[in-house]
């Protein structure tokens, strides 16, 4: 490796050392040659790539380190600078191997990635007194050129509330979301809802679907998210309202049409699992009026404000 040569290692970690780093250091510079520069250190959280080589600034190569959640194994995310590309590698641990002993193979399995900045010298790799165990297995590297699709799921609370008129009702949702683009995705849910007509005496139960498009303003990997979302919505509504000169209340139900936009933003804090939340508006197209009795009691709103809050699954 020549003296200007730069090798940095990005640790996705809360903590501000890891255990393993020091044998990775010394494994690293053992196959590269001492004159090999390199930079460990540790991020909180997972960067995309164009933050991960702003960060790194002008090295020949750059690791991300992204631990399991047990750390029986890690993913080596690797940028060759001279060839312009990432390279993933996925490294396996045995249930016994230490920290030193981790961080000894990610030494030799990232030197390994980099063949081209070592230096003449350390051409041959140098017998070890201790070998790699045979046990330690790593996959064959893999082209990174574009992060696959994410599946995800949501399950979450909602609210309405009218604007002048009586539309206040709370409920669940369930969504999915099929990315389309990096930015774009495709946004499917349904729901159901329960509310109140108090003029009228009378209670509203409705189901819901909707399709639409969600786009995110904020990086697709990272932790915090931030969009918007727009969909067109299909509701079936049942007004109920009881009778006093029967046992049984009386029912009127109908389908209405409209759209809704909100603004959306989400925390992911577990690895796939994250929270999420909305708030916009909702506009039906057709308006409804309430009779009791044969005297009109309510109409109700075709504008409402609504809200979301729940969890997401990223499969």
Same mark, same amino acid.
């Given at each position: 490796?020549?003296?200007t ?59 991300e ?38 961080g000894?193979?990610?030494? +030799? ?12 010298a ?19 590297a ?23 008129g ?15 683009a ?112 044969g ?7 075709? +504008? ?12």
């Amino acid at each position: 490796m020549s003296p200007t040569a730069v090798l940095v290692v990005l640790i996705l970690s809360s903590a501000e050392t890891d255990p393993a780093a020091p044998a990775l250091e010394a494994a690293a510079r053992e196959l590269l040659g001492e004159t090999a520069t390199i930079r460990v250190m540790a991020t909180p959280t997972d960067l995309p790539d164009a933050a991960t080589l702003q960060r790194a600034g002008s090295a020949d190569g750059v690791v991300e380190l992204v631990w399991d959640d047990d750390q029986h194994s890690a993913l080596l995310h690797c940028y060759v600078a001279r060839e312009g590309r990432w390279v993933d590698r996925k490294i396996s641990f045995g249930a016994g191997d230490e920290a030193p002993q981790r961080g000894r193979l990610l030494g +030799f399995a990232i030197a390994s990635m980099f063949p081209r900045l070592a230096a003449p010298a350390a051409a041959e790799p140098p017998r070890h007194e201790q070998p790699i165990p045979q046990d330690w297995k790593a996959s064959v590297a893999t082209e990174r050129r574009a992060p696959p699709p994410r599946f995800e799921l949501e399950l979450g609370a909602t609210a309405t509330t009218g604007v002048q008129g009586p539309g206040d009702a709370v409920g669940a949702v369930i969504g999915m979301r099929l990315p389309l683009a990096p930015a774009l995705s495709l946004h499917a849910s349904v729901g159901a809802r329960r509310g109140e007509i108090p003029s009228a005496q009378a209670s509203t139960q409705s189901a819901t679907g909707a399709l639409g498009l969600a786009w995110l303003a904020s990086p697709a990997d990272g932790s915090a998210q931030l969009g918007l979302r727009a969909d067109l919505i299909a509701s079936w509504m049942v007004v109920t309202r009881p009778l006093a000169s029967s046992a049984e209340p009386e029912s009127r139900a109908r389908w209405m049409s409209g759209g809704a936009a909100l603004v959306e933003g989400g925390y992911r804090f577990m690895g796939r699992l994250g929270a999420f939340g909305g708030a916009g508006a909702e506009i039906l197209l057709t308006p409804t009026d309430v009779y009791a009795e044969g005297r009109l009691t309510a109409k109700l709103p075709t +504008f409402r404000v609504v809200g979301e809050l729940g969890l997401r699954a990223r499969f």
